[in-house]
């Protein structure tokens, strides 16, 4: 499971998060839907543990980050939005140093990179570099470098940006069998119809609060209609419509 207790983080006088909590129960997929600069990278970085909380606090899986910081880390995966790989490393070569970070070694390290290259397409680019590596393919590698220590929760920033359909299948395939195993995931995304598709629950976030939260269905009902369509409902609920400013100057 993944919860965070009334998060702020502030940049000088600005509210970057804004007394965010959050629940993600363990076989849930929870999205995390706003708009650009709302505050989901940063709510992200600071479960993953990579900024600290101005104030709140992040329990992943019964450990509190503050206290229990390896605890809680090892038992979570963690996709960036923008992740950074060593290009002049091979593909099997970047799991092996993974699985080192998290401390995995032993015979059944080399098993599980190979699980791993295998269930995301990469066997044939093992022994390949990063650095050939078309866009789709690194995101894979990425994916399959955070699910190599058996995460029971995961963070994941955007996953579907600029995938391919066949990339993208293979992902939700991936999350959604990862949560049907018991796997809480809280997921960020701009793509409504994987909103819907994929989460079970949705919070949505507006500068820095968390202004809506509930399934699809509940959403709708808050919006106050039953659009067919999710877009209309999110930009009702974050009342973003640009279409006067766009008449004004064309
Ligand atoms: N290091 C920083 N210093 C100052 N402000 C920051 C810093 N990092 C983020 N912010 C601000 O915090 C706000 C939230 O940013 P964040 O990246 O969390 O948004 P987001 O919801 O992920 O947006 P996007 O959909 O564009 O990815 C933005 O206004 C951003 O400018
Ligand atoms: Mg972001």
């Given at each position: ?90 593909a ?22 190979r699980?791993?290259l295998e269930l995301f397409e990469l066997s044939r680019w093992e ?124």
């Open positions: 499971m993944i919860a965070t207790h009334h998060l702020v983080k502030t940049y000088g006088a600005f509210t970057a998060v804004d007394d965010v909590s959050l629940e993600v129960a363990p076989g849930e997929i929870h999205g995390f839907l706003g708009p650009n600069g709302a505050g989901k990278t940063t709510t992200i970085k600071i479960i993953a543990g990579l900024l600290k909380p101005t104030s709140g606090r992040v329990v992943v899986n019964g450990h509190d980050l503050a206290t229990e910081a390896e605890a809680a880390k090892a038992s979570l995966g963690f996709i960036p939005d923008r992740p950074f790989i060593y290009e002049k490393l091979t099997g070569e970047f799991l092996r140093f993974h699985a080192g970070l998290y401390g995995l070694d032993g015979d059944g390290v080399t098993q599980r990179i699980e791993m022994g390949e570099l990063v650095e050939s590596f078309s866009h789709g393919m690194k995101q894979r590698l990425v994916m399959s470098a955070a699910f190599l220590h058996r995460p029971r929760a995961v963070v994941v920033d955007e996953p579907m940006i600029g995938l391919d359909p066949r990339g993208a299948r293979l992902i939700k395939d991936v999350f959604r069998r990862m949560s049907q195993h018991g796997v809480a995931i809280l997921m960020s995304t701009h793509t409504l119809e994987v909103a819907e598709e994929m989460c079970d629950r949705i919070s949505i976030i507006l500068k820095g609060r968390i202004i809506a939260r509930g399934t699809v269905d509940e959403l709708r009902v808050m919006a106050g209609g039953a659009d067919e369509q999710l877009t209309p409902v999110f930009l009702k609920l974050t009342g973003g419509s640009a279409l006067q400013e766009i008449d004004e100057i064309v």
